[in-house]
Every structure is written in structure tokens, then in C-alpha cells.
């Protein structure tokens, strides 16, 4: 099984090639390891937490960068079972990340504290996917 948790270099340009100045939504998808895979030189590698509570901590510790560079959850979930899809896309949980644009996105991902809270999400994480929409208009049909 292909797993994914970074971005791909092909994968991340195409973010990089789209528009920064609009607003984005960013699906999340996430499958947690049953134990957090820490390098054992992290402080939080003899904690014995598992991957959804080094999850909460990346949530804690990247939570104030998000939210100032103006990024709000829209939408959060916890995965039941696939209608339409491979019987093996088993997920724990997802949400919907808005931002005010890419570029808000950019500068949370540059930030230091950051690049330091993001250790606790690929400790995490099994799988994962993040996936860029265009917000289009809510409610109504499907069309």
C-alpha cells in the first residue's frame, strides 16, 4: 500500500502554480498510526502517545499559526465506511481548512514554530490527503 503524509515535488509545484490570491479550501484526510513514530531524539518520543494524540498535539502546537494567518475549519468529520471507492480507503477523520488565499497558507508552512509543530503530524500520520478545492457556492442541487 502507497502511503502518503508530504507532498510529492511534482504535486507541491502544482499547488505553487495556482493562483495565490484567491481564497482556498484544503481537504483533509487522515488515517493515524496506532503508535506515534517520533525520531527517538524528539521530547516526545518516550510518551508512548498514540498517532491520534500526536495529531491533537500538532493541532495544539500549529493551532495559533493557523489561526493568525486567517484559517478557520469550515467543516470536520469522522469517517464511517465508503459509499464509492476502493474497500481500503479506510480514513479516522477529516475536515475542510479555509483560507483567505494561498499565500496565507505559504506563510503558515514558512513559519518556524511551525516547521516545529509539524513534526507531531508526521509522527501521526499513516496516511493522509490534502487536496485543494476553489470554494464554490453552498447549498442548492448537485449541479
Known amino acids: 500500500m502507497t502511503t502518503y503524509i508530504d507532498p510529492s515535488p ?6 505553487k502554480d495556482l493562483p495565490r490570491d484567491q ?3 484544503m481537504l483533509n484526510l487522515l488515517h493515524y498510526r496506532d503508535d506515534a513514530d517520533y525520531p527517538a531524539s ?4 518516550a510518551k508512548g502517545w498514540s498517532g491520534r494524540r500526536a495529531y491533537q498535539e500538532y493541532g495544539k502546537t500549529s493551532g495559533p499559526i493557523f489561526n493568525r494567518v486567517g484559517g478557520s475549519i469550515i467543516w470536520r468529520g469522522v469517517f464511517q465506511t465508503v459509499v464509492t471507492g476502493p474497500d481500503n480507503m479506510q480514513w479516522h477523520d477529516g475536515f ?3 483560507y483567505p488565499n494561498a499565500g496565507a497558507f505559504f506563510e503558515m508552512i514558512k513559519d518556524v514554530d511551525y ?5 507531531n503530524r508526521t509522527a501521526a500520520l499513516l496516511d493522509s490527503r490534502l487536496v485543494r478545492f476553489e470554494p464554490g457556492a ?3 442541487g448537485f449541479g
Not at 42 to 45: D, K, S
Not at 115 to 119: G, I, R
Request: charged residues 0%; hydrophobic residues 60%.
Open 23 to 25: 481564497p482556498i479550501h
Open 96 to 98: 475542510v481548512a479555509q
Open 115 to 119: 516547521q516545529l509543530a509539524v513534526v
Open 42 to 45: 524528539h521530547a516526545n518520543a
Open 138 to 140: 453552498a447549498g442548492g
Open 10 to 15: 511534482a504535486n507541491f509545484q502544482a499547488f
